[in-house]
């Protein structure tokens, strides 16, 4: 079992996660987070149990040319990943995925403060050979 932080949740053994963006409306923050804060920019920044889990399933070169079409995926005014594109993307890997042995999922949460909002979005990536009924509740596809 993982933890992601900025998740808050704990991920099931099998699952790993690939952060793509933060986006933040009328909260204090010490930086501007509007837009991307981290993304698939650059493909040697995976996250090693995301690597470790690609590699196994032999599925690396499929990630990075999922990432690369997300990357270049339209952006909203502000440059933020538009969630129906991403949807689509992920629909369009996932059977490749699946062969593979791996499920993928585009999640997005929103979370609502007095003072304003914060957005993640991230993709999922299950080992089906751990996680055969794996579904997480912050899925968009």
């Known amino acids: 079992?993982?933890?992601?932080?900025?998740?808050?949740?704990t991920l099931p053994l099998g699952v790993v996660v690939t952060h793509l963006e933060m986006t933040t409306f009328g909260l204090k923050?010490?930086?501007?987070?509007?837009?991307?804060?981290?993304?698939?920019?650059?493909?040697?920044?995976?996250?090693?149990d995301?690597?470790?889990l690609m590699e196994e399933k032999q599925a690396l070169d499929l990630y990075n040319e999922l990432l690369v079409e997300v990357g270049k995926s339209p952006k909203d005014t502000l440059g933020n990943y538009l969630k129906r594109e991403v949807q689509c993307?992920?629909?369009?890997?996932?059977?490749?995925?699946?062969?593979?042995?791996?499920?993928?999922?585009?999640?997005?949460?929103?979370?609502?403060?007095?003072?304003g909002w914060q957005t993640h979005k991230w993709l999922e990536?299950?080992?089906?050979?751990?996680?055969?009924?794996?579904?997480?509740?912050?899925?968009?596809?």
């Not at 079992?1 to 949740?9: E, F, Q």
């Not at 993307?89 to 997005?108: D, H, Q, R, T, Y």
């Not at 990536?125 to 751990?130: C, M, P, Q, R, V």
């Open 89 to 115: 993307l992920v629909s369009k890997f996932k059977a490749k995925f699946i062969e593979k042995g791996v499920n993928v999922f585009f999640c997005m949460k929103k979370d609502v403060y007095e003072e």
């Open 1 to 9: 079992m993982a933890t992601a932080g900025w998740l808050k949740k």
């Open 29 to 48: 923050v010490k930086k501007n987070t509007s837009g991307p804060a981290s993304g698939p920019t650059k493909l040697d920044t995976i996250p090693s």
């Open 50 to 52: 995301v690597q470790a």
């Open 125 to 141: 990536f299950s080992d089906t050979t751990e996680q055969k009924e794996y579904f997480p509740p912050e899925s968009q596809c």
